[in-house]
Every structure is written in C-alpha cells, then in structure tokens.
C-alpha cells in the first residue's frame, strides 16, 4: 500500500507541477498542451489508485459486516438455545 500511497503522491506533484507551470509560467500554447496532457494523465493515474482504494475499502467493510452478522447469528442462537433450555 505505501508504493501505491507513494505513487499517488507522485502524481499529484505531477499535476501540481503541470498546474503550476500553465499558471505562472509564459508558456507558448504547444508548450500548454503539453503541461495540459500531462497534468491529465497525472490525474488520470490519481483517479485510478483513488478508485482502486475505495474498492479495496469496500470489500475490507463487506468482510467486517459478513463477520459482524454471523457473530450476531451465534449468539442468537446461543440465546435461544439457553431459553429453550431453561424452560
């Protein structure tokens, strides 16, 4: 996870960068498209591993909810099963 925290963060320097260039620099219209381009495909690749991530975080909230409601199911049925036994 850190290599992909790790290019998460190189791409938004990337796409700060590509930002900060169209911004502040005199730049000729080809040299903004190229800045252009590359700030998109750095978001791009930001969006993905954002995507990625959200995914993963689902599947980790599935898993807990899965283990979280059998738990649940267990000690209904112990209870029951202690009332039924008690009677």
Known sequence: MSQKSNSF???IKKLENSVNNIEN??????E?????KS???????????????????KLISEEIDNILEESVN???????????SDQ
């Open 39 to 57: 700030g998109t495909i750095a978001a791009k690749k930001c969006l993905e591993i954002l995507n990625d991530a959200e995914s993963q975080i």
């Open 25 to 30: 620099k005199n730049l000729s219209i080809e």
């Open 9 to 11: 963060e190189n791409e």
């Open 32 to 36: 903004m498209l190229v800045e252009f």
């Open 74 to 84: 267990d000690d209904r049925k112990y209870f029951e099963r202690k009332k039924e």
